[in-house]
């Protein structure tokens, strides 16, 4: 379990909020760009061969691998959305020869290699990378699982489709597939697994969870953290999938007291009505 204490000791240290100790064999950077969009830079200890995911803003990424002694392989592209893909083509003049990777259905700019679900890619000697279709946002939404072949546990980079506390607008899909996407793929993840997503949204995500259970304490609990970090500027990412199915509206939906709040017994008519609420929510 992966609570907020843990989340605290992972990054107290201002001078490394950039950098996100994962495993010995594998370790993973934040870097925030725009405005509240983060990409990832994730590296294979024993190669130095790293991977970015949504390198919006190729620069800081390349600046990122060069101060951590690392060589940018890959591109792992979430979805077509220009604040995730924006930066593809950009990279591939900077990195010559660079695969770029995205959805098949996706239309992700600067694509090179088209991913179906359940393909897999490896990064150095000991990174695997699982391609999973995550659609709703977009159709073609790709979340990448990412395990070291020689450790225990793993990461997954949910880009739009889940964020720490919520989920991305159903934009392309139904309430369906999101339901699928964040209770069904992400939700069988191993609990412990790290969730990395696109954007700095969790303070708000979590305001809004509160007004729809009140009572839950682990929501409470976890935006006081949030916060906390926030007012130091100290990112809230990454999440686990078990804080997510105690914290998250959106993946608790399968609970029948959640179902009940809103007069359904179906999952998916009361994932449907929380987004329905979220998008007018204005706290």
């Given at each position: ?47 130095r ?12 990424v ?10 940018l ?32 259905i996706d ?14 890619l ?39 489709t ?16 999101m339901y ?37 304490q682990?929501?409470?609990?976890k ?42 017994n179906s ?17």
């Amino acid at each position: 379990m992966c609570d907020i204490p843990i989340h605290r000791r992972q990054i107290q240290n201002p001078r490394k909020t950039k950098r996100s100790k994962f495993k010995k064999k594998m370790k993973i950077f934040h870097i925030p760009c725009l405005e509240d969009n983060y990409a990832y830079l994730i590296v294979d200890e024993k190669t130095r061969e790293a991977a970015a995911v949504d390198p919006v803003e190729p620069e800081k990424v390349l600046k990122t691998a060069e101060d951590v002694g690392a060589s940018l392989k890959l591109v792992l592209t979430t979805h077509h959305h220009w604040d995730h893909a924006g930066g593809n083509e950009k990279m591939k003049q900077l990195v010559p020869g660079i695969k770029v990777y995205g959805g098949s259905i996706d239309n992700v700019k600067g694509c090179t290699d088209k991913l179906e679900n359940g393909d897999k890619l490896s990064l150095g000697s000991d990174v695997s990378i699982l391609s999973l279709h995550t659609p709703c946002h977009t159709q073609g939404h790709i979340s990448y699982c990412v395990t070291s072949k020689e450790e225990d546990g793993s990461a997954v980079f949910t880009g739009d489709t889940l964020f720490v506390a919520g989920c991305g607008k159903f934009f392309e899909g139904t309430a369906d597939q999101m339901y699928q996407s964040l209770c069904v793929t992400l939700g069988s993840l191993p609990k412990p697994t790290q969730v990395y997503c696109g954007h700095e949204y969790t303070e708000k995500n979590l305001r809004f969870a509160l007004t729809v259970e009140p009572e839950n304490q682990k929501i409470a609990q976890k935006l006081a953290w949030a916060q906390h970090q926030r007012q130091t500027n100290l990112p809230t990412i990454p999440s686990t999938i078990e804080s997510e199915l105690e914290t998250n509206p959106f993946m608790r939906v399968d609970l029948p007291e959640l179902q009940a709040k809103f007069g359904y017994n179906s999952p998916v008519e009361t994932i449907a009505e929380i987004r329905k609420l979220k998008d007018n929510w204005r706290g």
